[in-house]
């Protein structure tokens, strides 16, 4: 513990550090909209395709990089890929015979925001 003195300041309601769930409830559109990503990456192999995009060297895959680490055939990447277009989750783009795929950081952002909570002290006999 630091012995410079001091209390650590009292954060209100609008600090950077709480959720936006924390302050307020989720509106109906919103929470229609989170609930899409998070059911996308319910799935093993789409959390596990995103993971593979996302720490790809240059932040962006090709989908021929994609296909080899499953053992689900090349249409069932494709539907999975699709899903996480659709819900936001990530970009593509068509170059040649390949269609690269990047995951875009905003959905992220908006669904690590949500998950975000400040510390709240343990509770007695928790």
């Given amino acids: 513990m630091s012995k410079q003195g001091g209390l650590l300041p009292v954060l ?5 550090c709480c959720a936006p769930m924390v302050r307020e409830p989720l509106g109906e ?3 229609a909209e989170l609930s899409r990503m998070f059911k ?4 093993p192999v789409r959390l596990r395709l ?3 995009i996302a720490s790809h060297e240059g932040g962006e ?8 680490p499953f053992e689900v055939s090349q ?8 899903v996480l277009r659709e819900t936001g989750l990530v970009g593509s783009e068509r170059r040649g015979t390949w269609v690269y ?14 998950l975000r909570t400040p510390t709240v002290p343990a509770q007695a006999g928790a």
């Fill in 40 to 43: 996308a990456l319910s799935d």
């Fill in 29 to 31: 559109e919103a929470a």
């Fill in 101 to 114: 795929y990047w995951v875009l950081p905003a959905a992220l952002e908006k669904l690590s925001a949500l």
């Fill in 75 to 82: 249409p069932t990447i494709s539907h999975h890929l699709k």
């Fill in 50 to 52: 995103l993971s593979l």
């Fill in 61 to 68: 895959a090709c989908v021929c990089d994609l296909i080899g």
């Fill in 12 to 16: 209100g309601p609008d600090s950077a």
